[in-house]
């Protein structure tokens, strides 16, 4: 499985920035999407994923700003970010889990997002 992220950019706090997430499988045989990030001299951390039967869950930090969507038809996932502060400056990592028939995780490369105050 191949994921491939776009969409972040430099951005003014309060501003917004979509990400997009475009796998090469269709996305109804992955069990859960979802983004993370790794701010500098940090760990990685979740940051919203979304379960194949659409049942989104979010990091308390982002709860009420960011939305994680999908487009079927298009085996994309999407992160609107809204409400942008600076401390969401990190670099986004998409990530597909597939639980049949062993459990195995995939990852996409980054994309950054730099929110300025």
């Known amino acids: 499985v191949q994921l491939q992220a776009s969409g972040g950019g430099l951005v003014q706090a309060g501003g917004s920035l979509r990400l997009s997430c475009a796998a090469s499988?269709?996305?109804?045989?992955?069990?859960?999407m979802g983004w993370y990030r790794q701010a500098p001299g940090k760990q990685r951390e979740l940051v919203a994923t979304?379960?194949?039967?659409?049942?989104?869950n979010y990091a308390d930090s982002v709860k009420g700003r960011f939305t994680i969507s999908r487009d079927n038809a298009k085996n994309t996932v999407y992160l609107q970010m809204n409400s942008l502060k600076p401390e969401d400056t990190a670099v986004y990592y998409c990530?597909?889990?597939?639980?049949?028939?062993?459990?195995?995780?995939?990852w996409g490369e980054g994309t950054l997002v730099t929110v300025s105050s």
């Open positions: 990530n597909a889990v597939i639980m049949v028939p062993t459990v195995r995780a995939y």
């Open positions: 499988i269709s996305i109804n045989s992955i069990n859960t």
């Open positions: 979304l379960t194949r039967g659409g049942t989104p």
